[in-house]
């Protein structure tokens, strides 16, 4: 199944709680030519489940599936899809969960041959869900594994915000997270290659709310060696219009 059919079958299947979706457009290259050869649009689903407050034996945490769609090909095509789905759960009392995900994806390169798969990656680890004032956070420490022909296991660092500003008319939200890969992965490109590299990769997101439904904001991909090996910092704000669903 093509992802844009995919993305909207998910979309269309699954029941309706924190759900929004979100159209970027993206000015990566009016920012950093040399690197970017377009700008382009991006789709985001998003869909979040609050933590199951009932007295249960095991108590379910946050639920996120994300699943986002970059037409940055030729011709506005899709080019990158990838999907994030993460789920908490706990058999104790204390309020730390063990956190699941997996995500995955692929893009599709000019020329054809040096296309690619965002490579599956599993993680398992715990997180502490709290409060500062009136904003809210989820700090989240996982052990992943990512399928390079030579896997890489390292630890993976996640802090996710929330905030509401002036009365809730406006949000501060978003992520941020750190970790390290193996240099070798196990292929010709890379054998020669040792010891880790260090990544970085955050997007916070600033919304107003024109009212419950419709919001225009932005998000600002930020990316240490998540686009490429060299030693810089991208940053890349998009414009977007958020629709809650």
Do not use: C
């Not at 093509?2 to 009016?30: A, C, E, N, V």
């Not at 789905?85 to 706990?90: G, L, M, P």
């Not at 993680?123 to 989820?138: E, N, Q, R, T």
């Not at 802090?159 to 070798?184: H, M, P, R, V």
Request: net charge positive; glycine share 6%.
């Amino acid at each position: 199944m093509k992802p844009l059919p995919l993305l909207i079958l998910l979309i269309l299947t699954i029941r309706l709680y924190g759900q929004s979706l979100q159209l970027h457009y993206d000015f990566r290259h009016t920012i950093d030519p040399d690197q970017n050869p377009r700008n382009f649009p991006t789709i985001y689903f998003e869909y979040f489940k609050a933590p199951d407050t009932a007295k249960k034996a095991i108590q379910t945490g946050s639920f996120l599936l994300k699943l986002q769609a970059d037409f940055s090909g030729e011709q506005s095509n899709i080019a990158k899809y990838f999907m994030q789905v993460s789920q908490e759960v706990r058999f104790w009392k204390p309020k730390v969960y063990l956190n699941l995900q997996y995500n995955g994806g692929l893009g599709i390169t000019t020329p054809r041959e040096y296309s690619y798969y965002i490579l599956n990656t599993f993680s398992v680890g715990i997180s502490y869900p709290f409060k500062l004032g009136d904003a809210y956070f989820s700090s989240v420490l996982n052990f992943k594994y990512l399928t390079y022909k030579k896997p890489s296991k390292d630890f993976l660092y996640t802090l996710y915000f929330y905030k509401g500003l002036w009365n809730y008319k406006a949000e501060l939200q978003g992520d941020f997270s750190i970790w390290t890969e193996n240099k070798n992965h196990g292929d010709e490109f890379t054998n020669n290659l040792s010891g880790k590299r260090f990544y970085f990769f955050a997007e916070p997101q600033l919304w107003y709310n024109l009212n419950r439904k419709i919001a225009f904001g932005t998000k600002v991909n930020t990316n240490y060696h998540v686009l490429t090996t060299e030693n810089v910092l991208q940053v890349y704000p998009t414009a977007a219009v958020r629709v809650k669903l």
